[in-house]
């Protein structure tokens, strides 16, 4: 599973839905690597991500 570092980078680095799709692509394939809708609320709770971004990332999960 990666690192929360790592995948709060890569969420960072996502500057349009298809990137964003790719990587939630990725992380299904690691065993054991929560669904990224769910991790990103996670990272959301643990103010890891700022509401800002956790917003615009569920948004484009949600309309994908």
Not at 24 to 52: H, M, N, Y
């Amino acid at each position: 599973m990666p690192a929360e570092e790592t995948l709060i980078n890569a969420l960072r680095g996502c500057s349009n839905q298809r990137e964003l799709k790719d990587l939630e692509q990725r992380l299904a394939t690691v065993e054991g690597a929560p669904p990224l809708f769910d991790w990103i609320c996670d990272l959301l709770v643990k103010r890891r991500l700022s509401s800002i971004l956790a917003a615009k990332l569920l948004r484009q999960l949600h309309h994908s």
